[in-house]
């Protein structure tokens, strides 16, 4: 123990702990001796602007547990990645330096990508460093990496060959704005009103039925009519068939429960397609298929009078057309939600493309049960994955028809049309530019790529493999994987955890990771999660260290459990300093009788307080080291700030004072205070360091 100054100065002292861990390598991980190995599957933050308080407050927790498991004999495998593999990075690139893709060329455009993602990854590295995060930074991958476009691009090839990828022309969720086929997991939902209106069918000479609609402008698309088979009112015309008003056109009546008699009329239209319903009529029906929306969101020539406008536009004009012609029962406004891409709020159409897939629907249950496998923290999460799985409609459709992102690793052959894989030698492979390294087996030699690329989440799914350098000859990827904590957000369930652990069963058969911690975020002090294009209103991490310390951050991360959001809360971050302030207050009280103590081998003679103290320290061990296994960071904090500020600092102390001060040494009294003062000031310490190291 060292002479501490009067003052506890946190710049000082943090920094001169800092710059101790690099040098004495703490937290490099030697995955080559015997010892076991904690990994974690940190989460690479999006490069797209400066850090805040919430990425401190979700990148401390998992820290706690790294710094909890190193301590007690883990080899800790903790690396960082950075992903810049997205639209935000495109976005930040675009804004920054005012050039696009299609001004500069794909090629060029990257290259700053990456240089734009080195100067903020260096930025993000430094805050960490800063934070206390004890990341081992040798282990490092950025997302758009060589090594992170091979690992898409291998899994692609493998999961190919295993049957669980297809392309298939079949009605994909397309955005009519972005113009590109999205996955499920990319629809959000929004509530809007809008107007229903009530249209007749004739079904003879002169009746009708009443359809009503929020989606007039599909009726061109309408190849069927469904009422439910327990409808008294309208069974009967199972069988038959209808008119449409204005295209005249002859379609079926059929019968299928899924038809509410509760909704609307009763009756139902099935357009291709205006809903997930109606590609199941469609699918189970056997019915033709009209599309009329375009991929840009354009109808066409099979729309007749409405063709060329878009869906808004020819909403208004097939109304104005059916109230002109005396067609419209009724009008009513009503609330809908509707199924819209959660990046541009535009509403989904479901359009016919062709897309590739990953096979999702015949493996819920291994889904399922995969995630039931892995010990969820705080264990309600588990029903969120469970409910994702559960309502999936959709396999996973991983084409976007955008310029960037990885390249589907294939050609087609232009005469036959035969797919030819790329050789896992070439990889990361470009295919716009590279060809085959032989002919079909048809014998020609004439070769196309796949325009489209691959959704992001083809790389993202992967941080275990990427980060544990799956494709690497070491043995570092036997030695962490699975691994043993992803931790990560909750919004991001349906997404990153789902097409980990997809990914995970379908290359492996095993689950991605033992454990999984979703924490909570760190919200604004008006309660709004922040968003790095937010961060401006909000306290910025480094002018936050510069008034409190890094501790003092940590401590409020650790003052709500995974799981709960916490507002950014100057009382609780000013709470932690005080806590850091009487801790060291109360060492240098104690340094002027325990410096240079060597504890006795053997327990010394023990007043009976001090039993008393030692024996509520050993079960405060116990107690914290139980809560830190559980992911419960919370209480094992509330334990020890209860046994520090009660116990020791309001109790103890005063009490022992005057045997430190009166009794001579080697007394039992000043003896045994002192081997007490000792145990008690560093079991503390170490029980609250992976919190406040
Ligand atoms: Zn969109
Ligand atoms: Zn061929």
Not at 293 to 298: C, L, S
Not at 658 to 679: F, N, V
């Amino acid at each position: 123990m060292e002479n501490l100054p009067k003052r506890y100065d946190p710049a000082k002292r943090e920094k001169k702990w800092r710059q101790y861990w690099e040098e004495q390598q703490v937290y490099r991980c030697n995955l080559d001796d015997g010892t076991p190995v904690y990994s974690i599957d940190t989460p690479p933050p999006t490069v797209s602007g400066d850090l805040h308080m919430g990425h401190c407050y979700s990148y401390s927790q998992p820290d706690f547990y790294a710094r909890f498991h190193r301590m007690n004999g883990c080899n800790v495998f903790y690396p960082m990645g950075f992903d810049d593999n997205g639209l935000p990075t495109e976005r930040l690139v675009e804004n920054r330096l005012g050039i696009t893709p299609d001004g500069v060329g794909t090629e060029t455009f990257i290259r700053e990508i990456v240089k734009i993602s080195r100067e903020l990854e260096e930025n993000y590295e430094q805050l960490w460093k800063m934070l206390g995060l004890s990341v081992d930074w040798e282990h490092v991958y950025t997302t758009i990496s060589f090594e992170s476009r091979k690992a898409a691009q291998y899994s692609f090839i493998d999961l190919y060959r295993k049957d669980r990828i297809y392309r298939s022309s079949s009605p994909s969720i397309w955005c009519p704005a972005c113009r590109t086929a999205i996955a499920s997991a990319e629809v959000a939902d929004l509530n809007r009103e809008t107007t229903m209106i009530t249209i007749p069918f004739r079904i003879n000479n002169n009746e009708s039925i009443p359809i009503a609609t929020t989606r007039p402008e599909l009726l061109p698309a309408c190849v069927a009519v469904f009422v439910n088979p327990d409808d008294s009112g309208y069974r009967n015309l199972i069988g038959t068939t209808a008119i449409t008003p204005l295209f005249n056109k002859q379609v079926p009546i059929l019968g299928d429960e899924k038809a509410d008699p509760e909704k609307g009329t009763g009756i139902v239209m099935c357009c291709t397609f205006g809903d997930t319903t109606d590609i199941k009529w469609w699918r189970e029906h056997d019915l033709p298929l009209v599309g009329v929306i375009g991929a840009d969101g354009i109808l066409n020539a099979q729309a007749g009078f409405l063709a060329g406008l878009d869906i808004g536009s020819a909403r208004r004009k097939i109304i104005e057309e059916l109230r002109n012609q005396n067609l419209v029962m009724d009008e009513t406004a009503v609330f809908q939600t509707v199924s819209v891409h959660e990046r541009c709020d535009t509403p989904v159409e479901y359009v016919e493309t062709k897309q590739w897939f990953v096979r999702v629907m015949d493996s819920k249950e291994e889904l399922l049960e995969a995630g039931r496998k892995i010990h969820w923290y705080p264990g309600y999460m588990l029903s969120r994955y469970e409910d994702w799985v559960n309502n999936l409609e959709w396999d996973w459709c991983i084409s976007r028809q955008r310029y960037h992102g990885v390249p589907f690793p294939l050609w087609y052959c232009s005469d036959c049309g035969s797919i030819i894989l790329a050789e896992n030698s070439e990889l990361p492979v470009n295919p716009g530019i590279q060809s085959p390294t032989k002919p079909c087996e048809c014998g020609n030699d004439n070769f196309v790529h796949e325009s489209a690329v691959m959704d992001t989440w083809m790389t993202s799914s992967m941080t275990p493999q990427i980060a544990g350098k799956w494709l690497d000859p070491g043995d570092t990827f036997n030695r962490v994987f699975p691994m043993s904590l992803r931790p990560q957000a909750h919004d991001i369930i349906r997404t990153w955890t789902f097409y980990t652990i997809l990914k995970s069963l379908y290359h492996f058969g095993e689950i991605p990771w033992t454990d999984i911690g979703i924490s909570g975020h760190g919200l604004s002090p008006e309660g709004h999660k922040v968003s790095k294009s937010r961060a401006v209103n909000v306290s910025d991490p480094l002018a936050v260290m510069e008034k409190y310390s890094a501790d003092a951050i940590r401590y409020w991360a650790a003052s709500s459990r995974l799981g709960e959001d916490s507002m950014i809360n100057e009382d609780k971050i000013a709470a932690g300093q005080k806590l850091v302030t009487k801790l060291w207050n109360v060492a240098r009280f104690s340094s002027s009788f325990i410096l240079d103590y060597e504890p006795p081998v053997a327990v010394p003679s023990l007043l009976p307080t001090d039993r008393w103290v030692l024996s509520e320290l050993q079960q405060l061990t116990r107690d914290v080291s139980d809560s830190y296994r559980k992911y419960d960071h919370l209480t094992s904090k509330n334990r020890i700030e209860g046994y520090f500020w009660n116990a020791i600092a309001d109790n103890y102390l005063e009490m022992v004072k005057s045997r430190l001060y009166d009794q001579p040494g080697g007394s039992i009294e000043k003896e045994s205070a002192r081997y007490t003062l000792y145990h008690v000031l560093k079991t503390v310490t170490r029980l609250l360091a992976p919190m406040m190291p």
